[in-house]
């Protein structure tokens, strides 16, 4: 039986679902980095850096490579790059609407400063 559509969107912004996930790719949009370099960059332990990388491995989502000693992970593709970015400018929206939504009520002295 296959998977609808809206299913398998779901399932893909499950995985997505994550903050040190989401990190991870907003660094990956720079270039391939070394996981040295990613757990230099986010605040995990090694092991929950590991296993967030383990998780967007098998989704497809990034691809890792060795060079010697060193794991090196990459965006799988430009649309990923392309969707952070556009999260990115959605929040900014979504986040000025509250701001200027806040400030209105504060004019009309519905919210306390």
Sequence with gaps: MQVPLYQAKAEFFRMLGHPVRIRVLE??????????DLLARIE???????????VLRRSGIVTSTREGSTVVYT?????????????????????AGRSE?????????????
């Design 75 to 95: 965006l799988a593709g430009g649309d990923v790059a392309e969707l952070m970015q556009a999260a990115r400018r959605i929040l900014t929206e979504m986040l």
């Design 44 to 54: 995990v332990e090694p092991s929950a850096l590991s296993q967030q990388l383990s």
């Design 27 to 36: 660094l990956l949009q720079n270039g391939p980095m070394a996981v040295r």
């Design 101 to 113: 939504l806040l400030e209105e009520l504060r004019e009309t002295g519905s919210v306390a400063r």
